[in-house]
């Protein structure tokens, strides 16, 4: 199994280094799939960002405080989410004629004002 999935947030760039943070889960049986391609590092503002596994980072804001400034050029895309991941994409093995259960999580940590959002990939 494989879903692509992109992770966006208006946290970046302003929080960046800060707790808590917002993240991004996919748990399958339990498990967060939700990994950069090292297989280790979950997927949040502060594990994807200009100074944190850069080249899965794309800036949408022109904002450049917090711990980590920003360099990258401005992405331009139409939403208010000012950073988002390039696409990602999570994987397993599922065995057949098991129940598996997939649960998609995002962690909007600490306030209700900045929001984090996934775009899951259709087929």
């Keep these: 199994m494989t879903l692509q999935y992109v992770f966006a947030s208006e946290e970046y760039n302003s929080y960046v280094g800060g707790d808590p943070i917002d993240q991004f889960g996919l748990f399958l049986d339990g ?26 980072y794309i800036n949408n804001a022109p904002d450049s405080s917090g711990s980590c400034p920003v360099t990258a050029p401005l992405a331009g895309v ?26 998609v999580a995002v962690g909007d940590g600490f306030d209700r004002h900045l929001d984090s959002v996934v775009f899951l990939k259709a087929s």
């Design 31 to 56: 498990s967060n799939i939700a990994l950069l391609p090292d297989g280790v590092t979950r997927v949040g503002i502060n594990t994807v960002n200009n100074c944190a596994n850069p080249s899965f």
């Design 78 to 103: 139409a939403f208010a989410l000012d950073g988002l991941t390039t696409v990602l994409t999570a994987s397993a093995t599922l065995t057949a004629g098991v129940t598996h259960h997939l649960k």
